[in-house]
């Protein structure tokens, strides 16, 4: 039982420093208009002992053509450390209105994903974010240091 | 042999395990990614779909690749119900069959060149011919969170395995012109095919269609499909053991 309600304590904690984090990151935000503004910090931090890799702030990185359409982060640089990403840009696959018909289905079998360890050859997923992705953050941080 | 190029802004990689591939082999898939690039980029004002709409050339001056992948755009968009359309506001983007497209006719030119067994892996769609020493080759589904991670293998020889997604999730997904609406039902569509063309099609629309999408897998014949929701719940077709 004392194990349950500690582990409850964590998840809440947890939870709650992700508000926390997300509701910073949203206030940094505001007030962004312009490619490449660096903003002051929006919460001084006392640095003690360890130094940050990057200066406090906002930073815009640059619109990545990803042949899908773009994508373009915000990095949010606070302590010193990365502490959001936030995607301004990004490509999503098409979608229209046309609603399908609905039709009698058999039951089809779901299940909880895990990452495996099982050795592949090949990996099939979107990359071309991903590479979008980090060539942009790279240029969001470069403006950083 | 394995090689790697970043073409059409994702990365392009060709594995042949073939003893006489040879370099010469490699440099012809690629070449052959860039001209598609030049030709069917959206973005790149000189290319034939700019030109198309820039109302440039008419029909009669289209290239027989443009004939080709409007032809199986136009068959496509009646099988998924409209769910597919390369027309959007007007204006042509075939992006969605191109990458498709371009895979399984650079497939066709290994083949021509006497080639076997290799896989092309164009942004994480792929088509696979024969197998890797004597094994079949296994394609593992990308971890839509941890994406250095795979969650599924599918065991394949001559199929095409596509997958259409955001990978991102859905709280960290800011866009501007829908701030209320950045949560996604779905985050992973992969569809297996007889070719990667059909594959990726089907991946596309089904995406499209949310949670419905892998009905509409289950219910094409030829296709199955793994679909992962937001949650990390994965919904896949009754046929999909065949290859996991």
Known sequence: MKKIFLSLF????????????????????????????VLPPHDPVVMIGQRGLYRDGTYLGSVEDV??????????????????????????????????????????????????????DIVSGATESSVGFK?????ALAEAK | M????LIMGMPITIQIKDPQAKSSDFKAIFAF????????????????????????IIPAQYSVEMHEILAMAEKTKRETRGYFDVYREGYLDPSGIVKGYAILKAVELLKSRGLTNFYIDAGGDVQVSGTNEGKKWRIGIRHPFEHEKTVKTLSVT?????TSGTYLRGEHIYDPTQKAKSIIDIVSMTVIGPTILQADLMATAAFAMGKKGIQFIEATSGLEGYMIDKDGVATFTTGLTTYA
């Open chain 1, 10 to 37: 964590v998840i809440i904690t947890f939870l709650a420093y992700s508000i926390h984090q997300q509701s910073e990151a949203k206030e940094a935000l505001t007030g962004v208009t312009n490619s490449h503004q």
């Open chain 1, 67 to 120: 042949f899908y359409g773009n994508i373009q982060v915000q990095a949010i640089i606070s302590g010193g450390r990365i502490t959001d990403v936030i995607f301004l840009q990004h490509p999503s696959d098409r979608r229209t209105s046309i609603q399908i018909n609905e039709v009698m289905m058999p039951i089809l079998k779901s299940e909880a994903i895990q990452a495996q360890s099982a050795e592949v």
């Open chain 1, 135 to 139: 060539a942009s953050l790279a240029k």
């Open chain 2, 2 to 5: 394995k090689k790697i190029q």
């Open chain 2, 33 to 56: 990614f860039r001209q598609i690039d030049r030709q069917f980029s959206p973005y790149k004002k000189s290319s034939e779909v700019s030109k198309i709409n820039r109302k440039e």
């Open chain 2, 158 to 162: 001559t199929e095409g395995v596509a």
